[in-house]
């Protein structure tokens, strides 16, 4: 691998802005007998709100869309096209790549590009797997992901985590060999302290973490010259709590804690992501690996 050259310390820096599309019971931990539940229209009202955010402040991002949601709602793919935002895939079906075969992997993603590509009427160059599950077990993916045409990844947290991470991967976007050529690797954010790398900049970090350790983590990354790769997800952005699915009458599908952990300071969340669209430049992930920096 190699990392890409960095940009020079005059020019102004863009960090990423990324969006997960997917619905808040396409879960992975909320699947019932090996089946994913359907979107719900909440993941449509919900990914409408972010885009009206992003525009009254003249932001662009990257979308990772579902391949069920794009199926489901194939006006919201063209929706978030037409206002400028980079559309990538995020697979079919939030299925765990380590728990698929690599047969199966690549054929829901084959089939999710395909079905961007065909609502778009253009190019997909970009991948992000469910709950980032390129680890080292599963690096293969990155050789489907390149025989299936993708330009760039951005599925791998460069940490030590019991679900998913690559120790060692390098901090900022890079190149990676495969077998089918060279791939893109655009890793999550993270921050050195001590000898451990610590996630930040997303997901649970984001809601759990006070917004100045969130700014001032975005702030080191941005002096090393390196963007920070930031990540949402439109449940996240809910007025109403997060509820467990039901899988029978008085059965949830998981436990409370992991109800509770998705609840945790999510009533923060948009003020805190309006405070950091204030405090920092963002352009879709495309933006920065075709123009710098």
Not at 125 to 132: I, L, M, S, T, V
Request: glycine share 8%; charged share 20%.
């Amino acid at each position: 691998m190699s990392r890409l050259r960095p940009t020079p310390a005059t020019s102004p820096l863009n960090n990423a802005l990324t969006f997960d599309i997917e619905d808040w019971h396409q879960l992975v931990e909320w699947k019932l007998n090996g089946t994913m539940p359907p979107c719900s229209r909440h993941v449509l009202a919900q990914t409408y709100d972010i885009l009206e955010t992003l525009a009254a402040r003249g932001v662009r991002a990257t979308f990772f869309i579902l391949g069920l949601v794009a199926e489901a709602y194939p006006g919201l793919v063209r929706d978030i096209a037409a206002a400028g935002h980079e559309v990538g895939s995020h697979g079919w079906s939030h299925q765990l790549i380590y728990r698929q075969t690599r047969q199966a992997f690549a054929d829901e993603t084959r089939r999710s590009k395909v079905l961007l590509e065909d609502v778009l009427g253009r190019r997909v160059a970009g991948y992000r797997a469910a709950e980032f599950s390129v680890t080292e077990g599963s690096r293969w993916a990155l050789d489907v992901l390149a025989e299936t045409g993708f330009s760039y990844d951005s599925s791998i947290v460069p940490i030590h985590s019991r679900r998913y991470g690559i120790p060692g991967t390098p901090l900022g976007p890079h190149i990676m060999r495969t077998s089918a050529g060279p791939l893109t690797e655009v890793p999550l954010t993270a921050v050195q302290r001590g000898r451990w790398h610590w996630p930040v900049g997303g997901g649970g970090s984001f809601r759990l973490l006070p917004y100045t350790v969130t700014r001032a983590a975005i702030r080191e990354v941005n002096v090393e010259r390196r963007p920070a790769i930031v990540y949402f997800h439109p449940y996240e952005f809910s007025a109403a709590p997060l509820v467990p699915r039901l899988s029978s009458p008085g059965r949830y599908v998981t436990g409370a804690r992991y109800v509770l952990f998705h609840n945790m300071n999510r009533r923060t969340n948009r003020r805190r992501f309006v405070r950091l669209l204030a405090d920092f430049h963002f352009a879709p992930i495309a933006d920065l690996l075709n123009h710098g920096h």
